[in-house]
């Protein structure tokens, strides 16, 4: 049934009207959070932290508005004329909404370079409250990320949520990455870390190609490059698929150089035997190494890659097992009894290929 005139010029004017309002709630909540944050001026750490919760409650007379407040509470956050602490409630109280409608408003203060970067810090959280759709998000965070100069707290603010959303190209992260040099230690490292993560989630060859680079970059046995290594080891399938001719140097190169790690040379394992048969002399040398995990890995691997020259090394192996003390039990290692069946199994199996050949 279709509206009388009368009606639908009411209903018309409602939206309006609401914005209207919404725009009045806003403006009225932080104008009183503006005077609780004049009386914080010279007062102590307690008399601060009471006066804040009681700015963060008038929260509750905007959220009723919900999409409506987006808006005005954008233009307040934007607003130099504004304290900001003031302003920073305005970018909190936008991702409160939970509403895509703050999408904008929180991505325009998050890219512009002359915000205060607490402010922008603020609109990284209040981005990843929102549920909209991981591309757009991804796009804006990866636009900050490559922004030169990224002040530093800001920067981890932004490459949190990347880790899980990784980069449409991997230019920025890869630039992080190398920020710190060679040898990064405690946050430096942490931030390197994220970064590397980052590429691991950002598809395509091209972040391989980076992973590959950084693992060379990295020192032998430093955390960076086991951390390059793990990534890299996401990124397993890139690999494979169009970057063999230039990983087998690097993974020939870190199997000998990172043989004392043997978290990361299982890594390597894997690695190198997602290239194929190119990789059976990589890893014929790992039958005698000196970790049974390392060495169970890759007996698997040479057992699918048909490595019947491997066979003879791996029988020794298992015919010394009893009194091979890579085979005893170890506080927070894998059981041994395990590892040793699956080098009998990589046995039995080449001893099938070996027998089909002949």
């Given at each position: 049934m279709s509206l009388a005139p009368a009606a639908l010029l009411l209903a018309l004017a409602a939206v309006p009207a609401r914005a209207e309002t919404a725009g009045r709630s806003v403006a009225r909540a932080l104008d009183r959070a503006q005077a609780l944050v004049a009386r914080e001026d010279g007062a102590?750490?307690?008399?601060?932290?009471?006066?804040?919760?009681?700015?963060?409650?008038?929260?509750?007379?905007?959220?009723?508005?919900?999409?409506?407040?987006a808006a005005p509470?954008?233009?307040?956050?934007?607003?130099?004329r504004r304290p900001v602490k003031v302003r920073l409630f305005a970018?909190?109280?936008?991702?409160r909404l939970g509403d895509p409608a703050a999408f904008a408003p929180l991505s325009k203060i998050l890219l512009d370079p002359g915000q205060d970067p607490e402010l922008r810090s603020a609109a990284v959280?209040?981005?990843?409250?929102?549920?909209?759709?991981?591309?757009?998000?991804?796009?804006?965070?990866?636009?900050?990320l490559s922004q030169p100069e990224l002040p530093r707290p800001l920067l981890d603010?932004?490459?949190?949520?990347?880790?899980?959303?990784g980069c449409a190209e991997p230019s920025a992260p890869a630039r992080v990455a190398r920020a710190f040099g060679a040898r990064p230690s405690?946050?430096?490292?942490?931030?390197?870390?994220?970064?590397?993560?980052?590429?691991?989630?950002?598809?395509?060859?091209?972040p391989a190609r980076d992973l590959l680079?950084?693992?060379?970059?990295?020192?032998?046995?430093?955390?960076?490059?086991?951390?390059?290594?793990?990534?890299?080891?996401?990124?397993?399938?890139?690999?494979?698929?169009?970057?063999?001719?230039?990983?087998?140097?690097?993974?020939?190169?870190?199997?000998?150089?990172?043989?004392?790690?043997?978290?990361?040379?299982?890594?390597?394992v894997g690695l190198a035997s997602s290239l194929g048969a190119p990789a059976r002399d990589l890893?014929?040398?790992?039958?005698?190494?000196?970790?049974?995990e390392v060495l169970a890995d890759a007996a698997a691997a040479l057992a699918r890659l048909r490595c019947v020259k491997a066979l003879p090394g791996l029988e020794a192996v298992v015919a010394g097992a009893m009194s091979d003390p890579r085979f005893a039990p170890k506080p927070g290692r894998p059981d041994p009894a395990v590892l040793l069946e699956r080098v009998q199994t990589a046995v039995a199996d080449l001893r099938r290929d070996r027998d089909a050949r002949r």
């Open positions: 102590d750490a307690l008399t601060i932290a009471a006066l804040d919760r009681e700015a963060g409650a008038l929260y509750r007379g905007i959220a009723p508005h919900g999409w409506r407040a509470l954008g233009a307040a956050a934007l607003d130099a970018v909190v109280f936008l991702g959280d209040g981005l990843a409250a929102l549920e909209v759709p991981p591309e757009p998000a991804r796009r804006v965070l990866c636009a900050a603010e932004v490459l949190i949520p990347l880790t899980r959303l405690g946050g430096d490292l942490d931030t390197v870390a994220r970064s590397l993560t980052v590429l691991s989630r950002t598809r395509g060859a091209a680079s950084l693992v060379s970059y990295f020192p032998a046995l430093s955390p960076a490059r086991a951390d390059a290594i793990a990534a890299l080891a996401r990124k397993r399938s890139a690999v494979a698929a169009a970057l063999a001719p230039q990983a087998l140097p690097v993974l020939r190169e870190a199997l000998r150089t990172q043989s004392d790690d043997p978290a990361t040379m299982t890594q390597l890893l014929l040398p790992l039958v005698s190494h000196p970790d049974a």
